[in-house]
């Protein structure tokens, strides 16, 4: 079992920064690829930034270069620097990780429980 944990989000000023964390524990071979998600209210959930295995980034076009997603493979933990935030960022920040299982080495999709991040105005 693979559990994936976001922490960090919260309550910013626009033009303020935030780094969200997602750490993935249980039983992880490895990790493949990992992504960031978000779900403005009333709208659908959107692809923000992923990265590979081998630290290949890609972003959302509304958040480049304010964003940057990083990863600390010995941690198991992917992270979301986020800069210059507007309120229009305001959303629930979800993590999804493409997780190799130790027991099958089999690759399996996970997403964690989402963080909150609200940019004021």
């Known amino acids: 079992q693979v559990q994936l944990v976001e922490s960090g989000g919260g309550l910013v000023q626009a033009g303020g920064s935030l780094r969200l964390s997602c750490a993935a524990s249980g039983s992880i071979f490895s990790i493949n690829a990992a992504d960031w998600y978000r779900q403005a209210p009333g709208k659908q959930r959107e692809l923000v930034a992923a990265?590979?295995?081998?630290?290949?980034?890609n972003y959302a076009d509304s958040v480049k270069g304010r964003f940057t997603i990083s990863r600390d493979n010995a941690k198991n933990t992917v992270y979301l620097q986020m800069n210059s935030l507007k309120p229009e960022d305001t959303a629930v920040y979800y993590c999804?990780?493409?997780?190799?299982?130790?027991?099958?080495?089999?690759?399996?999709?996970?997403w964690g429980q989402g963080t909150r991040v609200t940019v004021s105005s």
């Open positions: 990265i590979t295995s081998a630290g290949s980034t």
């Open positions: 999804n990780a493409i997780v190799v299982v130790t027991t099958t080495r089999l690759e399996y999709s996970y």
